[in-house]
């Protein structure tokens, strides 16, 4: 084998390494995003616990004659 051809298989490695790193990286920055908009299912959070009392309506606007 020539050394032409083994330049090319470890560029072609590298470049191949270097997508999958870049997809991993793309897929981990997607998932904290989603993560942080979004609560995990089947967890209990103190932000999205109802309280007993009533929610205040807003006030209506009042009417001039």
């Given amino acids: 084998m ?3 051809y083994l330049k090319r298989q470890k560029e ?3 470049l191949e390494k270097q997508r999958e790193k870049a997809e991993r990286r793309a897929q ?3 998932a904290n ?3 942080d908009s979004e609560p995990i299912e089947g967890q209990d959070s103190v932000d999205n616990e109802t309280s007993d009392a009533p929610m205040a309506r807003p006030s209506e606007p009042e ?3």
């Fill in 12 to 14: 072609m490695k590298r």
């Fill in 28 to 30: 981990k920055k997607l």
């Fill in 2 to 4: 020539g050394t032409t």
């Fill in 33 to 35: 995003r989603t993560q």
């Fill in 63 to 65: 009417q001039q004659n």
